[in-house]
């Protein structure tokens, strides 16, 4: 090779990944980790919705229900795909905030796709070291404000009348001691939405402030405010699904709908006590108001001990996470020792009220009626937890860590009355959760690595809310799941790129699975032992300059290993869990002039409920965008435009697991288009 052509070479750009908190190259880290860039998130996208930049990390599924008032269904390796609503089973974070609550119920709603910088996405036994239903943990890192300032407004304008309005600032006042830098975003979006009864609204609004404090501390403090406002259109049966996907009968006959205001703020304290110690304090509070509309019958709510069909949560949350890392020498080699303790808590107010006023002709329908519920619910977890990591040689790096997780949950009952004794409980759950992990370096370029660590998921507020069968009370029977993860891969740095392996297995004991949804009402059960089996492959290079490739493959065998309550049999498949899932893109992407991309996903059947006898079936959708940027001096210019489900493919977007009605299916949308604009001014 000349020279020459040695000089044109792409260079993969190391990528540092905080997700096992050792702040490693992806190369280096014994786990299953991919990031995603956020001008790369943002590139041709709505910037809407997580699931249009992630849809290329293997091992995570990520649905877009066509319905904001139930957010997006994300599952990691198979975790988190029972939920109705909300994500759980994967650990979300902001800026190093939690965006799960202490029970281990997430929202994505507040995350601004606009200043994001970076996303972590980390699978596999080294998820365990953030505790409780951390099947997988999916980090966001918002940009730090750098000089010049710069002044970006965007917007997207779309099908289904979806429109979006961006507009961001940010800067820095210079270096060193006192500098001071910023961030702040504010978004809002409507759309009329694809299905009937689907419009929604959000506004957003994301703030980030950095101050050098002296030459060895930095403060760092994250603002975040959201205001939603959806309506629901529910799940349909599948002959609905495919008489007419648009449709939203139920819900409109209910209004069912969903408003959220939630506002959080929190602080970063990092100070370097000297070469070889570091201290990092987070605390963080917020609240969050929720009132929901559901489509339950007044007959269903006569009863002396039915909850009502409007829910009415207000909740106070807060935590902090104490860390200190040193690096030290064992036998004359370096060792990274971690040391740190979490504590989370949230109190719940939750009142629960009939969706009815009057009687016979005079009856209303999808109004705030008597209460029906009012209790005050809290959660605690108080964990803490020790990792090390030793390079035992040149080529040899060992990785251990334990997490002592304890998990609290009381409920005090407020309303009693005739037939409706006092529910009040409480339940707590301890585990002790180890993760070890040995890396090989073949060379600079390739890795190999072995990984096992315990997994500890106990059931949320929302879980416990409701007995199966309509009983009532809480539901403190169920157990805590706990998993078994064995994980083994390859990374191998390329030309540009980077190319990862892995295959693993995890093994679940009690794992808690639907025991059924009507009207908006889920309960869960325990249902023995299940079992993953699956492989993971990765691929993303610069084929030459500006030529950008991506491809992503999950295999994934996911099933009941036990026969339990109800439908479930040993060998039946998960539902809510897909076997196969490809990933592929080209894109064209210099940064002035032309850009355009090509990308296509496939998705294979995704069984609908435990017997395994409905299904949503498999998918293949393609989508094309192309755009042009313009630099006018201080001026950058960007018109893009994006068509997605290019072959206007109807398919399920999501399934409702075992819901009891049989309305399991939330159509995706059609063919859409959609058109943004972009302009950024540097000072």
Do not use: C
């Amino acid at each position: 090779m000349t020279a020459q052509a040695q000089e044109a070479a792409p260079v993969l750009t190391p990528v540092v990944v905080t997700g096992t908190r050792l702040g490693t190259a992806v190369l280096d880290t014994p786990a299953s980790v991919d990031v995603v860039d956020g001008v790369a998130m943002r590139r041709g996208q709505p910037q809407i919705n997580l699931s249009e930049g992630l849809a290329g990390v293997p091992g995570l599924q990520i649905q877009n229900r066509q319905n904001y008032a139930q957010d997006l269904q994300i599952s990691s390796r198979g975790f988190g795909a029972r939920s109705t609503f909300g994500v759980r089973g994967v650990r979300l974070y902001v800026d190093g905030i939690p965006a799960t609550m202490p029970d281990g119920q997430g929202q994505t709603s507040n995350i601004d796709i606009g200043s994001i910088d970076r996303v972590e996405v980390l699978r596999g036994p080294f998820s365990a070291l953030y505790g409780n239903s951390s099947g997988g943990v999916i980090q966001v890192f918002t940009e730090d404000g750098t000089a010049p300032p710069l002044l970006t407004a965007s917007m997207w304008a779309g099908s289904y009348g979806t429109w979006r309005y961006g507009m961001k600032a940010s800067g820095a006042s210079g270096t060193g001691v006192g500098e001071l830098d910023y961030v702040v975003d504010a978004t809002r979006f409507t759309t009329d939405g694809y299905r009937d009864h689907s419009a929604a609204r959000k506004n957003l609004a994301n703030a980030k402030l950095g101050l050098q404090l002296d030459d060895a501390s930095r403060l760092t403090i994250v603002v975040n405010s959201v205001d939603l406002k959806a309506q629901d259109p529910l799940g349909l049966t599948y002959q609905q699904f495919q008489d007419d996907p648009r449709s939203a009968p139920l819900a409109e006959q209910f209004n069912t709908r969903k408003t959220v205001r939630q506002t959080q703020g929190g602080v970063v304290y990092e100070r370097h006590i000297d070469g070889r110690n570091t201290l990092r304090v987070m605390a963080y509070y917020g609240q969050r108001d929720t009132t929901q509309y559901q489509s339950i019958p007044p007959a269903a709510q006569l009863a002396p001990t039915q909850a009502g069909g409007v829910i009415d949560l207000k909740r106070q949350y807060g935590g902090a996470d104490v860390r200190w890392t040193s690096e030290l020498d064992v036998a004359g080699r370096p060792l990274t020792l971690i040391g740190g303790f979490a504590y989370d808590s949230m109190r719940e107010d939750r009142k629960g009220y009939q969706n009815f006023i009057g009687t016979g002709a005079n009856q209303q329908l999808g109004v705030q009626g008597a209460l029906r519920r009012d209790e005050t619910n809290t959660v605690y977890n108080a964990d803490p937890y020790l990792q090390a990591s030793w390079n035992a040689s040149e080529r040899w790096t060992v990785d251990a860590g334990l997490r002592y997780s304890t998990v609290s949950f009381d409920s005090r009952d407020h309303y009693v009355a005739a037939g409706n004794g006092d529910d009040s409980g409480d339940a707590r759950y301890r585990k002790l959760l180890p993760v070890a992990a040995l890396r090989y370096a073949v060379n600079a370029d390739v890795s190999l690595y072995a990984s096992y660590g315990r997994g500890f998921e106990t059931p949320t507020l929302n879980e416990i809310s409701y007995r199966p069968g309509g009983l009532p009370g809480l539901n403190f029977g169920l157990s805590p799941s706990l998993s078994t993860n064995l994980e083994a891969g390859v990374k191998a740095a390329m030309a540009g790129g980077l190319l990862t392996a892995a295959v693993f297995h995890t093994g679940t004991d009690d794992e808690i699975v639907s025991a059924g949804s009507t009207g908006g009402r889920a309960s869960f059960q325990n249902a023995g032992r299940t079992r993953r089996d699956g492989v993971e492959l990765g691929w993303s290079n610069e084929i030459a300059p500006h030529w950008r490739t991506q491809f992503a493959y999950t295999w994934l065998n996911a099933r009941y290993a036990d026969d339990s309550t109800g439908d479930i049999r040993a060998g039946n498949k998960i539902p809510g869990i897909a076997r196969q899932a490809v990933f592929a893109s080209l894109a064209w992407a210099p940064p002035e002039g032309w850009q355009a991309s090509v990308e296509g996903r496939y998705l294979s059947k995704i069984y609908v409920n435990d017997a395994n006898d409905q299904d949503a079936p498999g998918y293949f959708v393609a989508a094309l965008s192309a755009g042009y940027i313009k630099r006018l001096g201080p001026w950058e210019l960007n018109a893009y435009a994006r068509v997605d489900n290019l072959l206007d493919k109807r398919y399920a977007g999501s399934v409702i697991v075992n819901e009891s009605n049989g309305r399991y299916f939330e159509p995706a949308a059609g063919r859409s288009l959609g058109m943004g604009l972009g302009a950024t001014y540097r000072f």
